[in-house]
């Protein structure tokens, strides 16, 4: 949900983190551009004008587009060529975007642009930035992208309204794009020369949509961390298995990072066992917690790397290198990169909920689970208690999986097989926020169990951290003493879960342990 904050974030195409992108597109935060940015988009654009009054051939000043790069474009059109660009690639399909992923959108534009090499007037990017200052928010069909070149179909969606055409959100209600405008006291502007192309060619929305997902992630993994180490409590876990001394001979960050974080929350557990005092070890999903978990913790923070080089990036085409005298038709704009980063964003979270299902299981297994009550109901029989969570938590396990089948690996030819290889990145962008959604889901289940483990267990037996979770979790949901609707506990979890202060607070005690 977005709630308005009196903040700014500084746009100089350089800077710009994985914070910013979620401060602006869910806190709403305001932006502001660098003087030396505007300053530097404007020398640019003297030169794109040079360009025009010297008749040079440069594509996208002017020629067509794709396979009609060749063709001339005399001046007198450039203005009607600009309009029709963005009239026709408006090809968007399905639902529209989020506002919040529509924010991070435009953050993103008005920051590859502010770069310098896009030969954009600094008065349009200026409107971009009051737009997202002011809450007007252009609606983006979610479909629709080849992922090169670039974004082209969603981001035409964006340009439409800075037109005064296409629609828009303002103050929750969905408006002609125009209207909104109006309303916001903005007046739309008039593309000139390669005014149209420099707002649509670029990777921007699939950066947007992997940007929110990435940071969702990385607390995905520390919730992951946390369910663990309730369920292992429940279940007399074997506290050797997180032991420094295991992971410290192989010594992958994030595996490191999840067997410390357990260590921490389990500290003083009297539930957790030795090795041999009630068995030799656990199976996998608990003894393998670390190493499973810390591969997700390592795939996230490569892909935040690959995040934060392209939202930093200049991915138009053509270029305009104006101190040089040049102009270079290359392909910054193909979405490869992040591509093969959202599958690999994807297939970890995915593995995250994978491993989280079966400790589910563990939990409400009576072959399994250390003597609990079977399902975790006391009444078994009359009652279900947590069976068909554990169905639940398989189904979108299940549906994770295909889901994580690999965006990157398909193409499909397009404009005349001119473009003859694309990176289908925003699909992949799509699922992979799909994936932690549905993880989201399946942890709060492992939670749900694991509290209700604990309630049978004693709850005064747990550990310094996973007292201070239990707590948290019977402060929003109940102990479930007879068999009612589980779904509305899954959703209160869920999005507790992803509070901003919960994780704050959560992170506060954590540091405290020793």
């Not at 360009?51 to 040079?56: G, K, P, T």
């Not at 974004?151 to 909104?180: M, T």
């Not at 060619?201 to 607390?219: H, I, K, P, S, Y």
């Amino acid at each position: 949900m977005l709630t308005t904050v009196e903040h700014t974030v500084r746009i100089n195409g350089s800077s710009l983190t994985l914070k910013d992108v979620v401060d602006v597109a869910r806190h709403g935060w305001k932006v502001e551009i660098d003087e030396g940015s505007m300053q530097v988009m404007q020398r640019t654009r003297e030169y794109v004008e040079k360009l025009l009054r010297e008749q040079r051939v440069v594509y996208g000043l002017t020629t067509g587009f794709g396979k009609f790069s060749d063709t001339f474009i005399p001046e007198e059109d450039a203005k009607v060529l600009q309009l029709n660009l963005i009239r026709s690639h408006a090809c968007g399909i399905g639902q529209p975007f989020a506002v919040e992923v529509v924010r991070a959108i435009m953050l993103l534009r008005i920051n590859a642009v502010a770069i310098g090499y896009s030969g954009i007037r600094p008065e349009v990017v200026s409107l971009m930035a009051e737009m997202l200052n002011r809450g007007v928010t252009p609606v983006i069909p979610e479909q629709g992208s080849l992922g090169a070149s670039g974004d082209l179909a969603p981001l035409s969606h964006l340009a439409l309204v800075i037109v005064g055409e296409g629609e828009a959100y303002f103050k929750g209600e969905r408006l002609p794009g125009g209207e909104a405008m109006k309303r916001a006291g903005l007046t739309p502007i008039v593309l000139e020369s390669k005014e149209g192309l420099a707002l649509i060619n670029g990777t921007q929305v699939m950066t947007a949509v992997g940007a929110l997902a990435c940071f969702d992630a990385e607390r995905l993994a520390d919730w992951a961390d946390n369910a663990v180490a309730l369920t292992a409590e429940a279940l007399y876990g074997v506290r050797d298995a997180f032991d420094d001394r295991t992971h410290a001979i192989r010594p992958h960050k994030g595996q490191r990072a999840s067997a410390a974080r357990i260590r921490r929350l389990v500290a003083g557990s009297q539930l957790m066992t030795n090795q041999g005092e009630r068995r030799v070890q656990d199976a996998y999903s608990l003894r393998c917690a670390p190493q499973v978990h810390g591969a997700s913790r390592d795939a996230i923070a490569y892909v935040r790397e690959k995040l934060e080089i392209e939202m930093n990036s200049a991915t138009d085409n053509p270029l305009i290198f104006a101190e040089e005298d040049r102009v270079i038709s290359g392909g910054n704009f193909h979405g490869q990169p992040i591509a093969l980063a959202m599958d690999h964003l994807a297939i970890g979270a995915a593995e995250l909920a994978n491993i989280a299902e079966r400790r589910i299981e563990r939990l409400v297994n009576p072959h399994l689970n250390e003597s609990l009550p079977p399902f975790l109901t006391a009444n078994g029989g009359v009652e279900s208690g947590f069976m068909i969570a554990q169905y639940a938590a398989a189904s979108v396990v299940s549906e994770n999986k295909s889901l994580a089948h690999p965006a990157s690996v398909d193409s499909i030819p397009s404009s005349g097989n001119q473009e003859d290889h694309v990176s289908m990145g925003t699909i992949g962008a799509r699922k992979a926020r799909q994936i932690v959604d549905n993880a989201y889901n399946v942890l709060a289940i492992e939670l749900l169990c694991g509290a209700q483990a604990a309630d049978f267990r004693n709850p005064a037996l747990l550990g310094e951290g996973t007292a201070w979770l239990y707590r948290q979790i019977r402060s929003n949901v109940s102990f479930v003493d007879r068999d009612r609707v589980l779904s509305g506990d899954f959703r209160t979890i869920a999005g507790w879960m992803k509070q901003v202060d919960s994780m704050i607070e959560l992170e506060q005690m954590i540091g405290q342990l020793n």
